[in-house]
């Protein structure tokens, strides 16, 4: 480890050299020039992509845009232009992006959410209450396929919004175009007879790895960036009006599953709504009657090694929409990578396994109102054969103040229907933000269970440096053995946690094919119950990041654990209890997504526990033209330890064929060579009106082994959005 550490060192000093500056821009005050006016029009835009009525001409564009890739500061290679225009009911937004090369242009697919860094697309950033804090984003690429988000804390964005709006796009022989109308009932403002909010635009350019905005964005924040905007005014006298919605769906379904050596079957039907309606322009009520997810696209399959739970994300769209009010702590940054996430929706309607438990519905409350950040949950589920009803409820509350600090507190509380079953998960927490690239996250959270009276609690606390090239940061937390957020999720518990990170990545800002070097180490250490080392893991990382997000990477990782316990890796194979000390490397590689066949792989190899192991995973990305895509992964773990040998397999492929932005068939298969099951889950989607759709479903899982189904289901739901 210590050669490595030398080759680092040394190899870091060398090429340090090679990081050209940036050119030097002052943000501030280039973004104090953004401003942009909107126009009012009395006659009808028809949204087609054309920009051909006459009112897009009086409108004064946004221009000038500035690099943040390759070149940060510099002007953009290629010109674009952004007009405003509005009516009573609606914004309108008109697109040209001109191009030298336009036969060039990457267009991956035209699925909904489209993977924003793998096509040529524009990105629009509206901060619609002006708070330089939340904002929603609205993103089209070159063959009008359609994503949304919504930001909140200036940098927190859930992809998982979805609203009504639309976008068409037209090419001419040197430009492409686009065209987006947005009602004014999907946004968020004030009643202010005279509006001012904030807005950026980001245009990727993908074919020359380059990457511009309107108002300038320092390399380490992302486009969406509320508090870096620009200034749109003009808009004058528009309302939002009752905002209200109504969404019913109805759902016919027939499954069978395996008991007892036969198929059974049964055939369902069913029906339900939700209702939104905007209790004031920045706070909203959701509610759900009988709330189905059907449509919801089934996990993918993971395989554990470790000793610890595996984190699945949530993935159903009523617990998704503003779940950025209910983010906790920095856990709200990244919940996939956190030890503790004190609220998991998915513990909500959904069995330890996965299985659905019926939910008889709910309602929310989440919004701003003044200087807070507030979001109230209340479910009810169904009592079934394992599992009482249970009634959830969950309330967040956040205190801003500065530019993006706050303190704030939640509560989750999860009451059974049976007497004395109860829990109960509560404390503060508090972000601070101080001279924009210093940040400080801290919690103190306490679970009541019945028989779990002491040794309760959990807490944290974070410091980090962030700049354009150098993060640095360090972690204390602790979860107590009794601590138990049953509404919540805790990767490790009964824990200490001493963690430092150092990531330095110099940009090569006059290199054509390089991007970046990557240097990093990171050192966690994990006290286990009687105050001892439990698990110490040092890593240590180099490599290369490419101007077309491609990368490689090397990195070394030492490992001590001590079993207090014998720990059972497989059902045969139990590690016994004891000191394990091991060393392994890994190395991961990615071709980039600009091309149509994009290849990522990663192997590991070295000793694992008292043996040894190899592991390869990768994938390949098809791109057949931007209607036809195929992914395909595989991943296996050989493992060789003095009690036996085992081997791992998943294979998972999807296929996603656009027909256009709003009609499409996916299909996701995996095959575990663990559970010799091959499960598939194939969705077929028609978007008749925004939100609006007709989803037919068929899951299927069977056994390899004797190649009988286990289980499998067909489904029909149709919903339709009323706004009123």
């Not at 870096?228 to 004058?236: D, F, H, I, V, Y």
């Not at 856990?331 to 330890?352: D, E, K, Q, W």
């Not at 299985?355 to 309602?363: L, S």
């Not at 109860?422 to 601070?432: A, E, F, S, T, W």
Request: hydrophobic share 35%; proline share 4%; charged share 25%.
């Amino acid at each position: 480890m210590q050669r490595f550490w030398w080759t680092l060192a040394v190899w870091a000093a060398g090429v340090a050299a090679a990081a050209a500056q940036a050119v030097e821009i002052d943000h501030d005050a280039i973004r104090a020039t953004r401003i942009v006016t909107a126009v009012r029009v009395v006659e009808t835009i028809t949204v087609d992509g054309r920009l051909d009525e006459p009112a897009w001409e009086e409108a004064v564009p946004a221009t000038d845009f500035i690099q943040k890739f390759p070149r940060n500061g510099a002007p953009s290679t290629e010109r674009t232009e952004v007009r405003f225009l509005y009516d009573d009911d609606n914004l309108y937004v008109g697109v040209v992006c001109f191009d030298t090369e336009p036969e060039k242009l990457v267009i991956k697919d035209l699925r909904e959410d489209f993977e924003l860094n793998a096509t040529d697309a524009v990105q629009i950033v509206i901060d619609s209450l002006h708070d330089k804090r939340s904002a929603f984003v609205f993103s089209t690429n070159a063959a009008g396929a359609r994503r949304d988000s919504q930001v909140s804390n200036a940098d927190r964005i859930n992809q998982d919004w979805d609203a009504v709006w639309d976008a068409k796009t037209s090419r001419t022989e040197d430009a492409w175009l686009i065209e987006y109308v947005i009602p004014f009932k999907t946004l968020r403002f004030t009643n202010s007879p005279s509006q001012e909010w904030g807005v950026n635009i980001s245009r990727r350019i993908l074919h020359k790895n380059e990457e511009v905005n309107w108002a300038p964005i320092p390399v380490r924040y992302t486009g969406t960036r509320s508090d870096q905007a620009g200034t749109l005014r003009g808009l004058e006298g528009i309302r939002q009006g009752r905002n209200l919605k109504v969404k019913p769906f109805a759902i016919a379904s027939g499954t069978q599953a395996r008991t007892a050596g036969s198929l059974r079957s049964r055939s369902d039907y069913d029906g339900g709504f939700d209702v939104k309606y905007s209790l004031t322009p920045a706070l909203t009520l959701d509610t759900t009657f009988r709330t189905d997810f059907a449509q919801v696209e089934v996990d993918q399959q993971q395989v554990n090694l470790t000793r610890f739970n595996l984190f699945f994300p949530e993935k159903r769209d009523f617990f998704l929409e503003n779940s950025g009010n209910f983010s906790f702590g920095a856990a709200g940054r990244n919940a996939n990578n956190s030890n503790l996430v004190p609220f998991f929706s998915r513990r909500i309607g959904l069995s330890a396994a996965g299985t659905p438990i019926p939910i008889v519905g709910g309602a929310r409350v989440s919004g701003q109102a003044g200087a807070y950040d507030v979001g109230v949950l209340a479910m009810r589920t169904e009592d079934t054969s394992a599992t009482p009803a249970n009634n959830y409820l969950v309330g967040r509350i956040k205190r801003n103040f500065l530019s993006t600090s706050y303190v704030g507190a939640i509560v989750t509380d999860r009451q059974s229907t049976l007497a004395g079953d109860y829990n109960r998960v509560y404390g503060p927490d508090v972000h601070l933000q101080l001279y924009d690239k210093v940040e400080i996250d801290s919690y103190l959270l306490r679970s009541d269970t019945p028989g779990q009276t002491d040794r309760n609690q959990a807490r944290s606390v974070q410091a980090t440096w962030r700049d354009d090239e150098l993060n640095v940061s360090t972690e204390y937390s602790t979860v107590q053995p009794n601590f138990n957020p049953e509404v919540g999720f805790v990767r490790r518990g009964d824990m200490s946690l001493y963690a430092g990170d150092v990531a330095w990545n110099p940009q090569l800002r006059q290199s054509d094919t390089i991007r970046s070097l990557n240097f990093g180490t990171s050192m966690d250490y994990y006290k286990g119950v009687g105050g001892g080392i439990e698990t110490r893991v040092g890593e240590a990382t180099a490599g290369i990041s490419f101007e077309n997000n491609g990368f490689v990477r090397f990195t070394a990782t030492e490992t001590f654990d001590r079993l207090i316990s014998p720990f059972a890796i497989r059902p045969s194979i139990a590690l016994p209890a004891g000191d394990y000390d091991y060393r392994r490397y890994t190395m991961r590689a990615d071709s980039g997504n600009r091309m149509r066949v994009a290849l990522n792989g990663n192997t590991s190899w070295g000793d694992f526990w008292n043996g040894r192991s190899r592991s390869l995973g990768g994938g390949m990305d098809i791109r057949a033209n931007h209607h036809l895509n195929l992914d395909l992964s595989y991943s296996r773990n050989d493992v060789t330890l003095p009690d036996g040998e085992f081997t791992t397999q998943l294979i998972g492929a999807r296929i996603l064929y656009g027909f256009t932005p709003r009609l499409f068939l996916n299909a996701f298969l995996q095959y575990n060579a663990d559970t010799k099951q091959v499960s598939s889950n194939v969705r077929f989607n028609f978007t008749h009106h925004p939100l609006s759709d007709i989803y037919i479903v068929y899951n299927d899982r069977r056994d390899t082994a004797t190649g009988q189904p286990v289980e499998r289901a067909l489904i029909v739901k149709l919903t339709n959005l009323f706004t009123f």
